[in-house]
């Protein structure tokens, strides 16, 4: 980047914009090479001073202008668009330009996807198709016609309903496609393919039909049901808990090899990444089908929650994502285990979430600043977004968040939105005031509550001194105190609750924190009690409290909510993991007293327990999870302490762990929450086992569920603790795999995955000759991800080797993917660029790094945005 740097786009310069679209008339005449996009538009303008219609546009071929039909030639084209002169009031616009979707690599726009083309628009891409008002506040009734060659792509869709269709000469056919609502266009979409269809229908509750239509490669027909029935629960679901109903005639969802994201909203016309749309038994697992579930839902949901009610621009986006994922989250929880659900999901914005936070890109859930607007699809948009959503929902209670949703779209339907006309909607309809609450949506970081307690027995009183911290991010120095829910629960040593009162008053047990420091008293209190603290996980904050031992086992044995017996047994292990890092560093020998592995055999032994939750308390956290707890992140001593305590664990459980193995045992496999969790236990407890000093013991058991697995969760389950514990039959497994899948991409997948993470010495080696394993490819997202990304996100001991080869590896790759596509290298250099985590050594190997890339010649904008403020201070 020299001559003509990006710069940032501001918050606060939003300005409405002066013209306005009501309708659009496309038509496509379409082929890889060759595309050409004529359309029509009524262009309305709306601040009366304007005089240059202003329009944005990349990489297109220009063919004409016509104004009211006629060419038109006072106009200049810029670098970002066409700017057209002196133009009247209100007009027709023709434009006709050409594109080149088999050029389109960087997936955005009209692209090649194996023998299809589509469509990915959000957030800026419909200006890769043709010159328009590229922004989400522009909304328009659009009418798409399709023109293409009938044997290649028999089916040609886009969004709402195909009012009529025809055939030409020379084998091509068309489609006309018009959509009832109107949308900004990162809402638009076309498909044109050859696919095999699965048809259904739902009644809604209102007795109208609405067709549903699932397209998948050809041959792929027996993977798409799931997706069907994940699709109609979400369609039932929305009906029942938010008193949504779907809007048109018909539903239709494509699942595309090629994409850079989970999947797109776009009205009536959902397209997905294909792994979140195929699953049967043998090729799936069952977190496979889970995250289907979730992202069929999320993409659904969507059609109120970010199609009716869209952004007014793309600083709210956590408008709709933040909104939709908390749907989805819950949607999820209604359906199967709300407490397992809400612990995965607790689990990303620690892991992950944090991280950002303690990153170069910090932002709040609602940006200030823009680069690269396709940078801001983060988890402080989404999980973070999310959970601010959620803290409203639990200071509201289901009754009146309901009533706020309702008021939001009586007010909104049909517009474009800001985050703050949400919140508005969400006080006025509950009475409760969110003004200090807003802050959530301005202010980035993760706030600390330090809490200290005292017990006076003479009064009988408890006492809870709570103090919150947000320390400061990179773009934001200053921080104010929040307005934090914090879910607490007392409890007598004998497990009883203790009721929370003040002077003769009951206390909710949420409690509002609203200053840097506050403090509660509770009367009636007849001993010291045992506090759980940030029950179901009320706030997405970091907690301080000088938890006991016995009380942390305590609180896995007794308290009532199945998230904090979790978090209690992570704390548990928290202190202990950090304890032997500082033993690790300082050649000490490792430890952790019996009564903590009691606890964890006391779980394994527990007849009450939901199998589910027993998994996730005997999976141990993971080494990016754990990192987060550090200042200065030593990535190969928390490798080491991580596979110290597996062995502990493993030799000093053996027993349970293979009786509770055994038991959890499945005669065959259905895809139901009851057998899922049983196959989640049986499968964390092979995963310890596989550690254990016995080592042929194990290596005949993994390999004898390798080989008898009639399902791809237990088959991949034994492969993944074979590789993990680096058991004797991992090869031939490994190559059992690749023969039996290497045709699968997302199969294939899988096997990546586990190469890339493997802890063996040589794993990058081993990753940089898989670039050219006859499965792989640069050009599928998937793959990179896959092999590339798990490499640099999961398997930090290696990545942040201190001879700096996983750097260098990462910046080759990144010098690739730069062009090739933006968003896909934007993603991989995340890791990179949280240099400031690390010790002296690594920080400096990172900047040099990072360094050598900002001299790419074409550097994109995405990567010039993270690049540039990871070198910033
Ligand atoms: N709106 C999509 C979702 O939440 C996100 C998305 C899909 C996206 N494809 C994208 C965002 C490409 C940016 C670029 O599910
Ligand atoms: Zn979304």
Redesign the pocket.
Known sequence: MNSNQPIAKYRLDYAKPDFTITDIDLDFDLSPEITTVTARSRVIKQNVSATNLVLDGEALKLLAININDIPWQDYTLTVTGLEVHSVPDEFILTIVNEIKPIDNSALEGLYVSGDALCTQCEAEGFRHITYYLDRPDVLARFSTRITANKKQYPYLLSNGNRIAQGQLENDRHWVQWQDPFPKPCYLFALVAGDFDVLQDNFITRSNRQVTLEIYVDKGNLDRSEWAMTCLKNSMRWDENRFNLEYDLDIFMIVAVDFFNMGAM?NKGLNIFNSKYVLAKPETATDDDYLAIEAVIG??YF?NWT?NRVTCQDWFQLSL??GL??FRDQEFSADLGSRAVKRIDDVKILRSVQFAEDASPMAHPIRPDQVIEMNNFYTVTV?EKGAEVIRMIHTLLGEEKFQAGMKLYFQRYDGCAATCDDFVKAMQDASGINLSHFKLWYSQSGTPELTINDDYDADKQQYRLTIKQFTPATQEQAEKQPLHIPLDIELYHRNGEIIPLQFQGDFIDHVLNIHNGEEIFIFDNVREKPIIALLRNFSAPVKLHYDYQDDELIFLMQHTTNAFNRYDAAQMLLAKYIAINVSNHQHSNSMIIPESVIDAFRSVLLSSSLDPALMAQILTLPSENEIANQFKVVDPDAIHVVREWLLTLFADEMFDELFAVYQHNKAASYRIDHIDIAKRALKNACLTILAFASEQDIVDKLVNKQYQQADNMTDCLAALNAAVKAQLPCKDILLNDFDHRWHQDGLVIDKWFILQATSPQKDALANVKALLTHRSFSLNNPNRIRSLIGAFVNNNPALFHAIDGIGYNFLVEILVELNQKNPQVASRLIDPLIRLKRYDKTRCELMRQALKRLLKIDNLSRDLYEKITKALEV
């Open positions: 909203e999320h993409e969507h970010g709709k994502e939709t994922v989404y």
